[in-house]
């Protein structure tokens, strides 16, 4: 059984904890978390559990890494506090623990990141002998694994395209709903995740990947936004109300070219209410999310992930996804050499020993 500690407990924490529970190679020493009100709760609490799993989160990060784990499940954002998240992590490779975390977008391709982040990563490596994978479900397996797999299964493919589909209503993170995509403010705002060259900065790590996978060089990563306003009010169930005229949707594309060609595409359609732009690509069944991947070739394929956690919650269900990508790679990453890992490095594992297993 691996030591394993869980750092934060918000969205992604509370996956991972259940994750970490229900793996039977895994044991839940730690509960890492900033809120003093979640100080001395058990994690099975945390964690939305019907069970207590003795475990108390603490505020004492010094303690808990000091018990010198063999794994770590970084869970904490980094969006807003990338310097923050990078600087835990590294703190947390010098005692030697295997790590992995959805929070540093910059290093799911570290092969393509600037030295700034790569340079700490690999001197906490060295210093203590740890092991890092970053990654998550767009960007993540969904725009790395699934569409490699899939692209496999063709003849001839000309374009690649992965697409998340999302009701961002049902996303339990309003702050970045609202002020980091910029739903429900004016059209003249401009929110900073569809600032030119953002969405390269998140998603453009995972078109190299792909080209990589696939044996292309890119000429160039390009990006395409629109933008469409509510055209009435509407009221959401977790996000309250939302005014006409102000962003209803967004539609991207981050595009990687070769051979002055769009070849491999990273799609996103996100809406805070089914009726604006109702023209745009759906989630199948009317649900309130979708990964899809489709390889325009010979033959067309078209393969659409839905995932439900926590009741019927597709935010949740996506989150519980990444996060099994990931503690299902610690058990690979405690027998390989130290270092920085990415996608294409990591296999993925089957649920070995969890089938039918009544955990979590």
């Not at 964690?47 to 989160?57: E, Q, S």
């Not at 794994?71 to 904490?76: C, Q, S, T």
Request: charged letters at 20%; glycine letters at 12%; a negative charge.
């Amino acid at each position: 059984m691996t030591s394993t500690v869980v750092w934060g407990t918000g969205n992604v924490g509370r996956a991972a904890i259940r994750a970490v529970d229900a793996h039977p190679g895994l044991e839940l020493c730690g509960v890492l978390v900033h809120d003093p009100a979640k100080d001395g709760r058990d994690a099975g609490a945390l964690a939305g559990l019907d069970h207590a799993l003795g475990v108390t989160a603490t505020t004492d990060v010094d303690a808990v890494l000091a018990a010198r784990p063999g794994a770590l499940f970084y869970a904490a954002s980094g969006d807003l506090r990338p310097d923050e998240a990078l600087a835990d992590i590294c703190r947390a490779l010098r005692t030697g623990a295997v790590v992995v975390s959805p929070a540093l977008y910059t290093l799911y391709d570290h092969r393509g990141a600037p030295p700034e982040f790569t340079d700490p990563v690999r001197a906490a490596v060295a210093a203590g002998g740890g092991r890092l994978f970053v990654s998550g479900v767009d960007p993540g397996w969904a725009n790395d694994v699934l569409p490699l797999l899939v692209s496999g299964l063709g003849t001839r493919v000309d374009v690649l395209r992965c697409q998340e589909i999302f009701d961002y209503s049902a996303y339990d993170q309003e702050d970045s709903v609202r002020d980091l995509v910029g739903m429900g403010h004016p059209m003249a705002y401009e929110p900073l995740m569809l600032a030119t060259s953002v969405p390269t900065m998140v998603w453009g790590g995972q078109v190299r990947l792909m080209a990589r996978a696939l044996g292309v060089e890119l000429d160039d990563i390009r990006e395409v936004l629109e933008r469409r306003p509510l055209q009435s009010d509407v009221t959401t169930a977790a996000m309250g109300d939302f005014a006409a005229g102000t962003q209803g949707a967004v539609r991207f594309e981050v595009q990687g070219v070769v051979a002055g060609e769009v070849r491999i595409v990273v799609e996103h359609v996100t809406r805070i209410h089914p009726s604006c732009a109702p023209d745009w690509p759906l989630p199948p069944g009317g649900g309130a999310g979708a990964h899809r991947v489709i390889v325009e070739g010979r033959p067309r394929i078209e393969v659409t992930v839905q995932a439900t956690d926590e009741g019927v919650n597709h935010a949740a269900g996506g989150n519980a996804t990444a996060v099994g990508r990931l503690v299902g790679a610690i058990d690979w990453l405690l027998s390989a050499p130290p270092g920085l890992y990415d996608a294409l490095d990591v296999p993925v594992l089957p649920a070995t020993g969890r089938l039918g297993r009544k955990r979590s």
